[in-house]
């Protein structure tokens, strides 16, 4: 009996720390995808459940009621734009200085691309005490004021490393070694 009640205390506190986690995060998450055009809701489910608990993105795209995520629903892009907001919403909760990116714009076409870059931008100026690192493959087409860019390609076999910056609306590019 003394096992299944600590049981049981263990759980309530685990529902509340993830309510918790959820109701923190959901307005970041709201306002991140508010700058796509889109809007949606983190919410748990199943909370009764240990085994069958977990998290669930609804999103919608342009004036579009908000649906749950899925790989029917929504298209490449949009899928790739909730996760990245949810993923920087909940980096919110991350004690680091660094936080990184890695490759979420393989499968994004141009407009999208931008989009979500724009997104990233947007947060990052609003998280001054943080550095960004985002990997990508891809150009980087569009900069935005205080935000520097450090650049990692691989040309003709040789990794160039170049700093670029937007001053007074113009990009300038650093050295390379």
Avoid: C
Avoid at 51 to 64: C, N
């Amino acid at each position: 009996a003394r096992a299944l009640k600590e049981v049981e205390e263990r759980k309530r506190v685990w529902r509340g720390v993830l309510q918790d986690l959820v109701d923190h995060i959901n307005p970041i998450y709201q306002d991140i995808l508010s700058q796509v055009d889109a809007s949606g809701v983190v919410r748990l489910v199943n909370m009764d459940d240990v085994e069958e608990a977990g998290l669930e993105l609804s999103v919608g795209f342009r004036g579009a009621p908000a649906v749950v995520l899925d790989a029917y629903t929504q298209s490449g892009g949009e899928r790739s734009a909730s996760v990245i907001a949810f993923l920087l919403s909940l980096q919110q909760r991350v004690v680091s200085p660094f936080r990184a990116i890695d490759e979420f714009d393989v499968h994004m076409d141009p407009r999208n691309r931008e989009a979500i870059f724009r997104m990233i931008f947007s947060h990052v100026k609003r998280s001054p005490d943080v550095q960004y690192i985002v990997i990508t493959p891809s150009q980087i087409t569009i900069l935005d004021e205080d935000v520097n860019l450090i650049f990692v390609q691989n040309v003709y076999g040789r990794s160039e490393v170049r700093e670029v910056s937007l001053v007074e609306g113009k990009a300038e590019s650093g050295g390379s070694s």
